[in-house]
């Protein structure tokens, strides 16, 4: 219990020192956000894909005794990266009472691609710095391939799926480059982040888990 409680406390000092270096609002890039994402008390857009250990996922089967905290991103974006600390300890903090799920969507930086948030490629400062060169996949078997690498690079804890090429669950829920959802017992969005903000989702799982 000891090490755990220190990890935690090593990945809430690292999103904090990281928290300020990300956006918080859509900007001029996301301002489709607003209208084309699910609005908070709407039914979540369901959804069926293949997770990247080759089962089958259903967002209907993760609702009814749990809320559910639904993240899209890709590897290629920074936040996706750099909030994993907060998402760590927050999974780590919730993973009895609350469904965890990523959906990997294509790439939002690529390299020796168009951005589809840009007219053109958009590598990011970040990634620059970081030397991160991912390629859009051009398959759906390589974007699951992309997906299973990015889960054990980044030691994500829990179920990951990746979104077909067709972008359906990604243009659901909002076309946007790392957003977050949190999901009531019935199926409504009871959060939604245009960036992903642990902190955010933990204040919304704490109002939904006093309200059981």
């Known amino acids: 219990m000891q090490d755990v409680g220190l990890r935690l406390a090593w990945y809430a000092l690292v999103a904090a020192a990281l928290g300020g270096c990300f956006p918080q609002q859509a900007g001029p890039r996301l301002q489709h956000f607003d209208w084309s994402a699910p609005q908070v008390g709407a039914p979540a857009p369901l959804f069926e894909l293949q997770a990247i250990d080759g089962t089958r996922v259903r967002l209907q089967d993760l609702l009814g005794d749990k809320p559910t905290v639904l993240q899209l991103g890709s590897h290629s974006c920074p936040v996706y990266r750099y909030r994993r600390f907060g998402m760590a300890a927050l999974h780590e903090k919730y993973k009895d009472r609350v469904n965890f799920l990523i959906v990997y969507t294509l790439e ?17 400062w970040w990634n620059r710095f970081g030397g991160v060169r991912i390629p859009q996949s051009a398959s759906s078997e390589a974007r699951r391939a992309q997906a299973r690498l990015s889960h054990e690079v980044l030691r994500i804890a829990y179920p990951m799926a990746a979104d077909g090429m067709d972008n359906r669950v990604w243009k659901a829920y909002g076309a946007a480059s790392s957003p977050a959802f949190v999901i009531d017992r019935n199926g409504h969005v009871a959060l939604r982040q245009v960036w992903l903000d642990p902190t955010g989702i933990a204040q919304a799982l704490d109002r939904l888990l006093t309200d059981q």
């Open 108 to 124: 939002a930086h690529p390299a020796g691609a168009k951005s589809p948030y840009a007219d053109g490629e958009w590598l990011t």
